[in-house]
Nanobody, 129 residues
Framework: VQLQASGGGLVQAGDSLRLSCAAS????????MGWFRQAPGKEREFVAA????????YYADSVKGRFTVSRDNAKKTVDLQMNSLEPEDTAVYYC???????????????????????WGQGTLVTVSS
């Protein structure tokens, strides 16, 4: 599976931005799809993820109510709509695909970096105050 993320950029606090990630290669709809981010000097952290059908979604507490994750299995894409952006959201955002079976609670499974086998190249989001 190859992943290509796009949509990053420089915005002001309060603005919105939409990230998109397209998968190519051998891909199955049962795969988990998610977004992580890494700010300068910090570890990579979970942002949001979607279950295989798109009906189940999971979010980090820091983005709940502001970000929305969605996927289109026919197009093999996962998007991240980010509203009310804050300077603290500044980071490189990575999309990821996980092929491993669920062996834990869904919340734990989708938020764990170890769930994901394939990672995109990252797209930079910078939010100015």
């Amino acid at each position: 599976v190859q992943l290509q993320a796009s949509g990053g950029g420089l915005v002001q606090a309060g603005d919105s931005l939409r990230l998109s990630c397209a998968a190519s290669g051998r891909f199955f709809t049962r795969y988990a799809m998610g977004w992580f981010r890494q700010a300068p000097g910090k570890e990579r952290e979970f942002v949001a993820a979607s279950g295989w059908s798109g009906r189940s979604t999971y979010y980090a507490d820091s983005v709940k109510g502001r970000f929305t994750v969605s996927r289109d299995n026919a197009k093999k894409t996962v998007d991240l709509q980010m509203n009310s952006l804050e300077p603290e959201d500044t980071a490189v955002y990575y999309c990821a695909v996980g092929t491993r079976a669920i062996l834990s609670s869904p919340g734990t499974y989708y938020s764990a970096p170890s769930t994901y086998d394939y990672w995109g190249q990252g797209t930079l989001v910078t939010v100015s105050s």
